[in-house]
C-alpha cells in the first residue's frame, strides 16, 4: 500500500503570496491532520478533517485554511504568506477520526520557504 | 491541557552503547502516549504507542517504552544503538477528548563509532 503523499515537496514564495499544499492519504483512510513544524515551535497542530468536514483545529489564525474531498485528499491554504510561514508542513492521515487509539501515518512534508 | 517535556535537546552516544530518552508528559487521566522517529528530510514515524495495559510497551527497531504513571513520564530505550537509529524523536500525548496529538520539542539522538 502507498503511504501518505504530499505534494510538491519543495516551495518558495514571496511575503504577501499564497500557497495550496496537497496530500494524498492512504488509500482507505478517511482522517487527514495537518501539522507545521518549525524549530522554534517545534510540532504544533493545524487543523484535521475527516469525511470532508474539519473536525478539529489548532490556534493558528485565519490565514491558513484547509478542505478535504470526496476522495479524502486534503489542500492547506496559506494566503498572505509571512516569512514566519516558512516551515515543514506536515499530512498525516488514519483510518478513523484521529485519536487516541488511532494511529497516524505521516507523509514526507512540504517544505515551504518564504521570503 | 496536555504537554509534554523532552529534557534533553540532543544526546550523544556510541554505536552499540545503550539508550534511554526522557519524555515527562502533563495531563490529567490517563494519557495515550507515542514515540515517533523523524530522520532527516522525512516524516514521522511511529516506533510505539501505550494506551493501556502493561506498562513496558515493545516497538519497532528494537525499541521500548515504559510507562510509570507515578513520575508522568515515558521513557524510550534501546539496549545497543545503531548507526541508523541516529535521527530526532519526538514523544507525544493525546487524550482528554481533544484527540489531538501533542509533541514535545524533540530529542536529537546522534551515534559516534
Known amino acids: 500500500k502507498a503511504g501518505v503523499t504530499q505534494t510538491p515537496r519543495y516551495l518558495i514564495k514571496t511575503r504577501g503570496q499564497q500557497v495550496t499544499l496537497s496530500c494524498s492519504p492512504i488509500?482507505?483512510?478517511?482522517?487527514v491532520s495537518w501539522y507545521q513544524q518549525t524549530p522554534g515551535q517545534g510540532l504544533q497542530f493545524l487543523f484535521e478533517?475527516?469525511?470532508?468536514?474539519?473536525?478539529n483545529k489548532g490556534n493558528f489564525p485565519g490565514r491558513f485554511s484547509g478542505r478535504q474531498f470526496s476522495n479524502s485528499r486534503s489542500e492547506m491554504n496559506v494566503s498572505t504568506l509571512e516569512l514566519g510561514d516558512s516551515a515543514l508542513y506536515l499530512c498525516?492521515?488514519?483510518?478513523?477520526?484521529?485519536?487516541?487509539?488511532?494511529?497516524?501515518?505521516f507523509g514526507p512534508g512540504t517544505r515551504l520557504l518564504v521570503l | 491541557a496536555q504537554s509534554v517535556t523532552q529534557p534533553d535537546i540532543h544526546i550523544t552516544v556510541s554505536e552499540g552503547a545503550s539508550l534511554e530518552l526522557r519524555c515527562n508528559y502533563s495531563?490529567?487521566?490517563?494519557?495515550?502516549l507515542f514515540w515517533y522517529v523523524q530522520s532527516p528530510g522525512q516524516g514521522l514515524q511511529l516506533l510505539l504507542k501505550?494506551?493501556?495495559?502493561?506498562?513496558l510497551v515493545q516497538g519497532i527497531k528494537g525499541f521500548e517504552a515504559e510507562f510509570k504513571r507515578s513520575q508522568s513520564s515515558f521513557n524510550l530505550r534501546k539496549p545497543s544503538v545503531h548507526w541508523s537509529d541516529a535521527a530526532e524523536y519526538f514523544c507525544?500525548?493525546?487524550?482528554?477528548?481533544?484527540?489531538?496529538?501533542?509533541f514535545g520539542t524533540g530529542t536529537r539522538l546522534t551515534i559516534i563509532p
Open positions: 498525516a492521515s488514519s483510518l478513523g477520526p484521529a485519536g487516541a487509539q488511532e494511529t497516524q501515518y
Open positions: 488509500s482507505g483512510h478517511r482522517s
Open positions: 478533517y475527516f469525511s470532508e468536514t474539519q473536525r
Open positions: 495531563y490529567g487521566a490517563t494519557p495515550y
Open positions: 501505550y494506551f493501556s495495559g502493561d506498562t
Open positions: 507525544a500525548v493525546a487524550g482528554g477528548g481533544n484527540e489531538k496529538l501533542t
